[in-house]
C-alpha cells in the first residue's frame, strides 16, 4: 500500500488566519489531490498535480492554494480561512495500479 | 456534464436483508466508475472498480451503460457493512469525481 500521512490530523484556528496542511507520500506517486469532505456534499476536489510544480484547480479551489516543491509534498493553503472552510480535507495519490489511495484526512475547525 | 448522483443519503437495513446501494453517472467519454468505502474514522478505501469485476467483502456492481447505473449490490448485510459508500467517476486530468454518498446502516 501507499503510504500518505497528513498533518496536522486536527486543527481549530480562527477567521482570517492562514493555514497550511501538508501531505506526505512516499511512493513516489506523480498525481496527488486535495478533497475536502462534506455532508451532503460528498468529496469535492479542490485542487490536484500532475507533477512538481505542475498543479491544476479543481471544483472548488477558491480560497486555497496548493505548492508542489518536491514529488513526495503536496501542500494545501488556505490564505485567510473563513467558516465555510472547516471541513474534513484528505489527501490521496493516484497509484500505479490506478486507484485513488487517501491518508487518514485532517479535520478543520474555523472559529 | 461529469457528475455522480447517489440518491439516498442513508439506507438503513436489518442483517441478512439484501443491500442496492444506487449510483447513476453522467459521462460523455468511456465510464469508468469505482466504488469507495469509509468505515468510522478511518480513510476511504477502494472497496471495487468495474474494470476488475471483482467481488470484494460480498459487494458485486455491474456497469449498466443504457441506464448510465453502477449500483452496488449484497445479498447478504452484515453488521460490519455499516459505513459510508462512495460512488465516483473516472475523468479526464485522471481525477476522480465523486457523489455525496450513502450512509448503510445495518441493524441487528
Known amino acids: 500500500d501507499a503510504g500518505i500521512t497528513q498533518s496536522p490530523r486536527h486543527k481549530v484556528t480562527e477567521t482570517g488566519t492562514p493555514v497550511t496542511l501538508r501531505c506526505h507520500q512516499t511512493e513516489n506517486h506523480r498525481y496527488m489531490y486535495w478533497y475536502r469532505q462534506d455532508p451532503g456534499h460528498g468529496l469535492r476536489l479542490i485542487h490536484y498535480?500532475?507533477?512538481?510544480?505542475?498543479?491544476d484547480k479543481g471544483e472548488v479551489s477558491d480560497g486555497y492554494s496548493v505548492s508542489r516543491s518536491k514529488t513526495e509534498d503536496f501542500l494545501l493553503t488556505l490564505e485567510s480561512a473563513t467558516s465555510s472552510q472547516t471541513s474534513v480535507y484528505f489527501c490521496?495519490?493516484?497509484?500505479?495500479?490506478?486507484?485513488?489511495?487517501f491518508g487518514e484526512g485532517s479535520r478543520l475547525t474555523v472559529l | 456534464a461529469q457528475r455522480v448522483t447517489q440518491p439516498e443519503k442513508l439506507l438503513s437495513v436489518f442483517k441478512g436483508a439484501p443491500v442496492e446501494l444506487k449510483c447513476n453517472y453522467s459521462?460523455?467519454?468511456?465510464?469508468?466508475l469505482f466504488w469507495y468505502v469509509q468505515y468510522s474514522r478511518q480513510r476511504l478505501q477502494l472497496l471495487l472498480r468495474h474494470i476488475s469485476r471483482e467481488s470484494i467483502k460480498g459487494f458485486t456492481a455491474d456497469l449498466n451503460k443504457g441506464e448510465t447505473s453502477f449500483h452496488l449490490k449484497k445479498p447478504f448485510a452484515q453488521e460490519e457493512d455499516s459505513a459510508m459508500y462512495y460512488c465516483?467517476?473516472?475523468?479526464?486530468?485522471?481525477?476522480?469525481?465523486f457523489g455525496a454518498g450513502t450512509i448503510l446502516r445495518v441493524k441487528s
Open positions: 459521462y460523455s467519454g468511456s465510464p469508468e
Open positions: 465516483a467517476l473516472w475523468v479526464y486530468g485522471n481525477k476522480l469525481v
Open positions: 498535480s500532475y507533477g512538481v510544480k505542475d498543479t
Open positions: 490521496a495519490s493516484w497509484t500505479n495500479s490506478g486507484e485513488l489511495f
